[in-house]
């Protein structure tokens, strides 16, 4: 079992910058992938990027590329999610994700994770 929480959401203007949190606990945080997925009203669950175990590859949506980044600091159970250049239409809930099976291998597929946080706000203003 794997419980993982989301904070750093909240309310910015277009163009500044937010970084989320998920800490983990339950198991061996350094053994599997995590992703961040977004989900704005009356859409669907999207993926915006993934790390692996270690690290050291990371998968981003085209969304995303160049203005979010993801990383993980392993002694600290914890996930991040930097995002910068912020636009109205990444206002959505974020939610982390846990890939415990795959060897530590990150997926963009949302049924490939097995565990999920509550979820943050992040809503961007015009």
């Known amino acids: 079992q794997v419980q993982l929480v989301e904070s750093g959401g909240g309310l910015v203007q277009a163009g500044g910058s937010l970084r989320l949190s998920c800490a983990a606990s339950?198991?061996?945080?350094?053994?599997?992938?995590m992703g961040w997925f977004r989900q704005a009203p009356g859409k669907d669950r999207e993926f915006v990027t993934a790390v692996n175990w270690s690290g050291l590859s990371t998968i981003y949506a085209n969304s995303v590329k160049g203005r979010f980044t993801i990383s993980r600091d392993n002694a600290k159970n914890t996930v991040y999610l930097q995002m910068s250049s912020l636009k109205p239409e990444d206002t959505a809930v974020y939610y982390c994700?846990?890939?415990?099976?795959?060897?530590?291998?990150?997926?963009?597929?949302?049924?490939?994770?097995?565990?999920w946080g509550q979820g943050t706000q992040v809503t961007v203003s015009s």
């Open positions: 339950g198991r061996t945080f350094s053994s599997y992938a």
């Open positions: 994700a846990a890939r415990i099976s795959r060897s530590g291998i990150a997926s963009t597929q949302v049924d490939e994770y097995d565990y």
